[in-house]
């Protein structure tokens, strides 16, 4: 992904999970604006991208926007020299508030990632759309630290992308 400013990811590829193709038309864009304003203000991270559906669990109906369209996923992967931070960031169309989650990837735990993201993933599809903080920990101890981020920001900030690059770079320093 490349932004007309000059921010570029790379793409992120997760097998197991299903990339959504083409133009997303959901609520990610926010997010993806954050992540091209890291690269340009950061260019020494290397950082990977992309947006998946999440996995479908029973009857749940969280996996799922009200036309029916799958609900997806922004999952960005940063390499600073602290280390490396998975961000996972759900779509939060229909006035659905859901934290940012920040995963710090232990590289020695961090075998068969695709799997603990998918299981991650399933976490909040299960539990209606809130991350179980509680399965959640027991989870990312297999492959690092987590961390919640609140979308809240002060009413005066004039450029939301701007405002959220700058609060994701202090947290991979």
């Known amino acids: 992904m490349t932004s007309q ?16 193709e083409g133009e997303y038309d959901g609520d990610l864009e926010d997010i993806e604006k954050a992540i091209l304003r890291v690269s340009q203000l950061a260019p020494s991270y290397n950082i990977s991208s992309g947006i998946f559906e999440l996995p479908e669990c029973g009857k749940k109906k969280f996996s799922k926007l009200g036309s ?4 997806s996923a922004y999952i960005a ?6 280390g490396t931070t998975m ?6 169309s229909v006035n659905h508030h859901i934290s940012t989650v920040l995963i710090s990837l232990d590289s020695k735990k961090s075998s068969n990632l695709e799997a603990k993201v998918n299981e991650v993933l399933k976490l909040i599809v299960e539990n209606s759309g809130s991350w179980p903080k509680d399965k959640l920990a027991t989870v990312a101890k297999d492959f690092g630290q987590v961390e919640f981020m609140q979308h809240r920001m002060p009413a005066n900030v004039a450029n939301p992308a701007d405002y959220w690059a700058k609060r994701l770079i202090k947290k991979f320093q």
């Open 77 to 82: 992967t940063i390499e600073s020299s602290k």
């Open 68 to 71: 029916g369209i799958s609900r």
């Open 5 to 20: 400013s000059g921010g570029e990811t790379k793409p992120l590829i997760l097998d197991g999970l299903n990339a959504c």
């Open 87 to 92: 961000l996972l960031e759900v779509d939060r």
